[in-house]
């Protein structure tokens, strides 16, 4: 395991998350604001998680951390991380499965990564998020980070333009909010 938390356990993607994970990655809510093909055949989720178990947590580039209820051992969603080389900065992404949504585990599995990232060093932390997805802005938002930019981009794969806002975080505020 990675990093533990009160209700979750934050642990390396292994075989037997490919059939939850491919169910929350083709939900058209779970995929709408997201830059994946879905729906997501097995095969495809095995080769992903293949891909995703190379990667390196500490190291620079995308590591995908499994988020797991402890409660009853379930895969919830996925906390993504790419760090800058060098380590000072990163962006974050998130995805939970629509029935484990509104529980704050999102929230609990993201302030728990930011944790850990300070900890190592983290300077600032970026997120950018789809002006639709409110959601994902209150989360952000309720962790303490802050709106930073907007700027229109073309999805392809959804063949749509919107607007992506651009939220950060520095390492001071955090560590301020974590403490109180
Ligand atoms: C974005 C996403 C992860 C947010 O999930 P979430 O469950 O709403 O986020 P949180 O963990 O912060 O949970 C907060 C909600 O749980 C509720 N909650 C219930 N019990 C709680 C508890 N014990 N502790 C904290 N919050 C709790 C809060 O009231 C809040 O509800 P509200 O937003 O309706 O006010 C989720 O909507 C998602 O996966 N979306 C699809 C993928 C996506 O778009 N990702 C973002 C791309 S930028």
Partial sequence: ????????????????????????RSDPEVARYQEWDFPLSLESAGRLLRRYARSDPAGPGWFQY????????????????????????????????????????????????????VGAGLRTVSAECDVRNQRSARLLKRIGFEFESQ????????????????FTLSAEKWEVLDKG
Avoid at 1 to 24: E, G, S, W
Avoid at 83 to 111: K, T
């Fill in 66 to 117: 499994a988020v797991e209820l402890k409660a009853d051992g379930c895969l919830l969603g996925d906390v993504a991380v790419h760090r800058q080389p060098g380590g000072g900065e990163a962006e974050i992404g998130f995805s939970l499965a629509r029935d484990r949504q509104g529980h704050g585990y999102a929230s609990e599995a993201v302030r728990a990564v930011l944790r850990d990232l």
């Fill in 1 to 24: 395991m990675l990093i533990d938390t009160a209700r979750l356990r934050l642990r390396r993607f292994q075989p037997a998350d490919i059939p939850a994970f491919a169910a929350y």
């Fill in 151 to 166: 700027r229109a981009v073309f999805i392809r794969g959804k063949r749509e333009w919107t607007d992506l806002q651009m």
